[in-house]
């Protein structure tokens, strides 16, 4: 049984910075497709960053520039290291990921959420001005 953990949120000022983990076990898929999506308080939850097996990535135009995604094989853990963050990222963010058979997401429709299967429970990131 896959299960995403997330882990890092906080409560920062504006201009600092978090990095979100997402602990991921019950696969042994080489193949995936890992992102970070978030939602705010009365809006859709929107595609954040996304990360392939193959090192491709994919950013939201709000985020390019001040986060980045990565992923550590050996633990099986991706992140999102979120520089220069503003109030308009306070948000619940939360990991999602499909994995081999599953090919979905990662590719022109990476920031739909029905193109990931599983998800984790998010963490909240709080940003003050």
């Known amino acids: 049984q896959v299960q995403l953990v997330e882990s890092g949120g906080g409560s920062v000022q504006s201009g600092g910075s978090l990095r979100l983990s997402c602990a991921a076990s019950?696969?042994?898929?080489?193949?995936?497709?890992m992102a970070w999506f978030r939602q705010a308080p009365g809006k859709e939850r929107e595609g954040v960053a996304a990360?392939?097996?193959?090192?491709?990535?994919r950013f939201a135009d709000s985020v390019k520039g001040r986060f980045t995604i990565s992923h550590d094989n050996a633990k099986n853990t991706l992140y999102l290291q979120m520089n220069s963050l503003k109030p308009e990222d306070a948000a619940m963010y939360y990991c999602?990921?499909?994995?081999?058979?599953?090919?979905?997401?990662?590719?022109?429709?990476?920031?739909?959420?029905?193109?990931?299967?599983?998800w984790g429970q998010g963490t909240q990131v709080t940003v003050s001005s």
């Open positions: 019950g696969h042994s898929a080489s193949w995936y497709c």
């Open positions: 999602a990921a499909t994995f081999a058979p599953y090919y979905s997401g990662c590719n022109a429709f990476w920031d739909r959420p029905v193109e990931y299967k599983y």
């Open positions: 990360r392939r097996s193959d090192g491709s990535t």
